[in-house]
């Protein structure tokens, strides 16, 4: 029987598709209904959902998180919404960021409206270690102030805000997760890793930003995924959980791992100009969703990148129409 009807924006991602994958798929919980909301920017594609389209559970519904006349009936039709449509990509945002204003900020708000007013069980936040800015040494605990650099990362800390003060001022039950750098399959091949794999599997040369030693902290979508569940199933109202893989690693170290997968070698690469405003190294403090929830990452990042590998290798049919439009578009 279901008992919790979940709205996932953003469901035609990167990251929203494996979440509805796997809430859907054999493991998840028996007793979920879950709707997407998507309006398939270049960044969505409803491949990502091909393998829950005849799920009875399963509904799309293709629109924009900004646009309020659909999203305040849809949304007293759910139990909960669990938040990741946004812009996404912090080279875009240097070259465009009313685009992610609108979306990551108004879109947000505009839902955290609906969910307010329709009474809403829990709202979850997905948000990102970028909105904490840049750290030396040691690692960020949820507590940090929020010092974000760039124009996507100013729009998240923006909307986590004005999520936790929805819980603040109204009592909305608003949970917000900061997860560091995912990979894995089905990611838009403009990010570092599915970049350099399907430009390396095409014997195209890759761009390393500077000097190359920024550091990130990985994690595979799989993990990313189940702190997500953790938080939406078992987290406090009102709190915020870091999510963290537990594996930094400069951008050379990264590239590296992957033309080692990928059969190539540092002739390969190009080194160009940074990145304006590049954060030199995120790290996370896990430790609270570790303690509270029992979050532990289980890929190690060698697995967890071969296994990427071989997914790019075995599915060109997904990643080069999408490479196609892109450059047909950039021309
Ligand atoms: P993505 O760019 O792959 O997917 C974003 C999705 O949102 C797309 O399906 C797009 O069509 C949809 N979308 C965009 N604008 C919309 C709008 N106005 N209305 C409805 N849908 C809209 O992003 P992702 O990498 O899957 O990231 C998902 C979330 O996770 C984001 O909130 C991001 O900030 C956060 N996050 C990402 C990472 C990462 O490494 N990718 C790390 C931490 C947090």
């Known amino acids: 029987m279901i008992t919790t009807r979940i709205l996932v924006t953003g469901g035609a991602g990167f990251i929203g598709?494996?979440?509805?994958?796997?809430?859907?798929?054999?493991?998840?919980?028996?007793?979920?209904?879950?709707?997407?909301?998507?309006?398939?920017?270049?960044?969505?594609?409803?491949?990502?959902?091909?393998?829950?389209?005849?799920?009875?559970?399963?509904?799309?519904?293709?629109?924009?998180?900004?646009?309020?006349?659909?999203?305040?009936?849809?949304?007293?039709?759910?139990?909960?919404?669990?938040?990741?449509?946004?812009?996404?990509?912090?080279?875009?945002?240097?070259?465009?960021?009313?685009?992610?204003?609108?979306?990551?900020?108004?879109?947000?708000?505009?839902?955290?409206?609906?969910?307010?007013?329709?009474?809403?069980?829990?709202?979850?936040?997905?948000?990102?270690?970028?909105?904490?800015?840049?750290?030396?040494?040691?690692?960020?605990?949820?507590?940090?102030?929020?010092?974000?650099?760039?124009?996507?990362?100013?729009?998240?800390?923006?909307?986590?805000?004005?999520?936790?003060?929805?819980?603040?001022?109204?009592g909305l039950d608003v949970r917000v997760t900061r997860c560091s750098n995912n990979y894995g399959p089905y990611q838009f091949p403009e990010k570092a890793v599915p970049l350099f794999i399907t430009r390396l599997l095409d014997g195209r040369p890759v761009p390393l930003y500077g000097d190359g030693l920024h550091v990130r902290d990985w994690i595979h979508v799989d993990d990313h995924v189940r702190g997500i569940e953790l938080v939406r199933t078992a987290g406090r109202p009102g709190e915020v959980y870091n999510i963290g893989g537990g594996n930094e690693l400069s951008n050379h170290d990264l590239t590296a791992l992957l033309l080692r997968e990928c059969g190539a070698d540092w002739g390969m690469v190009t080194h160009v100009e940074d990145r304006k405003g590049h954060d030199r190294r995120y790290s996370v403090d896990f430790s609270k969703i570790r303690d509270e929830l029992g979050f532990a990452p289980c890929t190690d990042l060698a697995t967890g990148i071969a296994r990427t590998v071989h997914w790019y290798r075995t599915h060109r049919s997904w990643w080069e129409p999408l490479l196609r439009r892109a450059e047909s578009e950039a021309a």
Do not use: M
């Open 17 to 170: 598709s494996h979440y509805v994958r796997t809430l859907l798929g054999p493991d998840g919980p028996p007793d979920i209904a879950v709707t997407v909301l998507d309006n398939l920017t270049y960044a969505g594609n409803p491949a990502n959902l091909y393998e829950v389209r005849d799920d009875r559970r399963f509904d799309f519904v293709r629109g924009d998180i900004c646009d309020a006349d659909l999203v305040d009936p849809l949304v007293p039709t759910h139990d909960q919404i669990v938040h990741f449509a946004a812009e996404s990509h912090v080279d875009r945002s240097l070259l465009g960021p009313a685009a992610f204003v609108r979306t990551n900020v108004v879109g947000t708000q505009t839902l955290l409206d609906a969910a307010l007013r329709h009474g809403l069980r829990t709202f979850v936040h997905i948000s990102t270690d970028e909105v904490y800015g840049s750290i030396r040494a040691g690692s960020w605990p949820e507590t940090d102030p929020l010092r974000p650099n760039s124009p996507y990362a100013a729009t998240k800390a923006a909307s986590d805000l004005l999520a936790l003060a929805q819980h603040r001022t109204h």
